[in-house]
């Protein structure tokens, strides 16, 4: 017993199998062959309609806005032509889905999952694809994301504190040859801040922060004038003192022992315990790229919180960005 479709030059033999199987088989790769075509074949209407909506504004490659439609592709795409440099492209060229195989539908599936603190490797078994489409897709949100946190400015309360995850053997060096510096060469220090509204995290390439290096991190993501509060650290002073800030200090050892709410400090406590959870989902993760992940984490606990509109918001901001990331680029 076979189903075979030309189109696709897909077989499914099963003649080693007992005849009175060959119908619960047939029903097998049917529904298996129909999971492949909607995956595969031509994008439907609405999510034509959907990709068309969004407005190309320059041209990919020399970046001319001058730039006039130019009919639609087999698939119905808008087509563009560039008026200064010749060039011709669709509506998905230099895109985050420039020759996508798959329906946006999938990666609309997959972001859910990746949105809900769930591993790649889980999340495309649950979207039926390949691990390595997980890691591929995966690479192109974090460039997607790779300026995110650049915009996001806390003011009035604004709480602050480090936290410290370790680093592997084989992770241990960074990309210039030289070893983590500070309290131990084995762990990453990652500065933290929250207005409860937002939220950034950004490592630091010391464990122990010294003010220079506290002041280069913090200095752009908080607003003069603010209420800081944090535990008495003393590379924060110079905060304090260059941004005209208010602050409420406690020492660590007195309100370490304080759970949940009654710890002033239970803001960012809170953050920190999820991104030990999101760094364990997440295991195997290579220090040298932990910025791309700490990116991908404050666009998950930052707004909007309805995850739907999370990847509305997410899919708007990847056809802002200019780039294209071929899959055997990826893994070549």
């Keep these: 017993m076979a189903v075979q479709n ?3 030059n897909l077989q499914f033999n099963y003649q080693i199998l007992e005849k009175k199987d060959s119908d619960l088989y047939d029903f097998y ?14 994008p439907m209407f609405e999510e034509v309609e959907f990709l068309n909506s969004f407005e190309r504004t320059h041209c990919p490659r020399c970046y001319s806005p001058k730039i006039i439609k130019n009919g639609y592709t087999p698939n119905l ?3 563009y032509r560039c008026k200064d440099c010749n060039f011709s492209f ?10 996508k195989k798959i329906s946006l539908g999938d990666w609309i599936q997959f972001l859910l999952g990746l ?6 490797k889980s999340t495309s078994f649950l979207n039926r694809n390949a691990t390595k489409t997980g890691i591929y897709w995966l690479e192109k949100v974090f460039i997607v994301l790779k300026q995110y946190q650049e915009n996001i400015i806390l003011n009035k309360k604004v709480w602050i504190d480090e936290t410290f995850v370790s680093v592997n053997k084989k992770h241990q060096k960074l990309k210039n040859g030289k070893l983590y510096r500070g309290i131990s060469r084995n762990k990453i220090c990652i500065c933290t801040g929250t207005n409860k509204k937002q939220t950034f995290l950004i490592v630091s390439k010391k464990s122990k922060l010294d003010e220079k290096t506290c002041f280069e991190i913090y200095k752009d993501h908080i607003e003069k004038g603010s209420c800081l509060i944090h535990d008495s650290e003393k ?10 800030l208010k602050e409420k200090k406690y020492l660590a050892k007195e309100i370490k022992a ?6 002033p400090l239970h803001q960012i406590n809170k953050i920190h315990s999820l991104l030990k959870y999101f760094l364990t989902v997440h295991r195997g993760i290579n220090k040298d790229n ?19 509109l999370k990847v509305i918001l997410f899919i708007k901001m990847a056809f802002s960005c200019n780039f294209t990331l071929r899959y055997r680029d990826k893994f070549n």
Excluded: C, R
């Design 6 to 8: 030309k189109k696709y």
């Design 29 to 42: 790769a049917q529904k298996i062959f129909n999971w492949y075509q909607e995956k595969h074949d031509y």
């Design 77 to 79: 795409l808008k087509k």
């Design 90 to 99: 669709n509506q998905l060229t230099n895109t985050f889905l420039d020759s």
């Design 115 to 120: 949105f809900s603190f769930n591993s790649t």
């Design 235 to 244: 590379s924060h002073n110079i905060l304090v003192k260059e941004l005209d």
């Design 258 to 263: 304080l759970n949940g709410e009654k710890n």
């Design 290 to 308: 932990l910025q791309n992940w700490l990116n991908l984490f404050s666009f998950i606990i930052n707004k909007p919180f309805d995850q739907n």
